[in-house]
C-alpha cells in the first residue's frame, strides 16, 4: 500500500498545507484503522488509536526518513500504539471474556457463522509480538520485508514469530472444538 504521491504529500505537509495532511490521512486512515481494530478487538479503541497515530504522526513528521515508506512508517507508529494502548488497559480489560467459547466443534463455527469472532478471539489471546505480526501479514496484506520494516525486526524473525503464531492460533482454536 504504497502510494507514489507520499513524499510531495509529505513536503507539503512540512510546509503547512492542509489539504495535504487531508490526503495522507483519507489515504491510509482505513488501513490504519483496520490494523488497530483487529490488534485491539474494539471499535471505538481501534478509533481512539488511529486518531492518536494521526497525531503523533504528524507531531513528528520531521523525524520521517524519505528513505522508507511512509506506509511502513505510519504502520509501525499504529501497531506501537496499539500495543501501548493494550499495556495501559491490560488491568481494565481482561482477556477472559475474550476467550470464552460456547460452540463445541469446527463445523458449528462454520455453520453459526462465528468462526470470524473466534479467530478473533484467538487472536486476542496471542502476546502482543504474535498479534503484530499476524494483523499485519494476514489483515494487512504486508509482506514479510514490509513486517520487517514496520516492527524493526529481521525477516527471519518475523517469519519465526509468523510461524508460532499460527501454531498458537491452531492449538487454541482445536482446543476450543474439542472443550
Request: overall charge negative.
Amino acid at each position: 500500500m504504497s502510494n507514489s504521491q507520499d513524499p510531495k504529500l509529505i513536503e507539503r505537509c512540512q510546509h503547512g498545507d492542509r489539504k495535504a495532511l487531508e490526503q495522507l490521512v483519507e489515504t491510509y486512515e482505513r488501513p490504519v484503522y483496520n490494523a488497530a481494530f483487529r490488534f485491539l478487538g474494539n471499535p471505538d479503541d481501534a478509533a481512539d488509536v488511529t486518531q492518536a497515530v494521526f497525531l503523533k504522526a504528524f507531531e513528528h513528521l520531521d523525524q520521517y526518513d524519505p528513505k522508507f515508506k511512509f506506509f511502513s512508517w505510519i504502520y509501525r507508529i499504529a501497531i506501537n500504539e496499539s500495543i501501548n494502548h493494550v499495556k495501559r488497559n491490560r488491568k481494565q480489560q481482561p482477556l477472559d471474556e475474550y476467550l470464552v467459547s460456547d460452540v463445541d466443534s469446527p463445523e458449528e463455527l462454520v455453520q453459526s457463522g462465528d468462526i470470524s469472532r473466534e479467530i478473533q478471539k484467538g487472536l486476542m489471546s496471542l502476546e502482543e509480538h504474535y498479534r503484530a505480526v499476524v494483523v499485519l501479514r494476514h489483515f494487512s496484506d504486508c509482506s514479510y520485508q514490509q513486517i520487517s520494516d514496520i516492527l524493526q525486526i529481521p525477516e527471519k524473525t518475523v517469519k519465526s514469530r509468523l510461524y508460532s503464531a499460527r501454531q498458537l492460533m491452531k492449538d487454541m482454536l482445536n482446543e476450543q472444538a474439542l472443550g
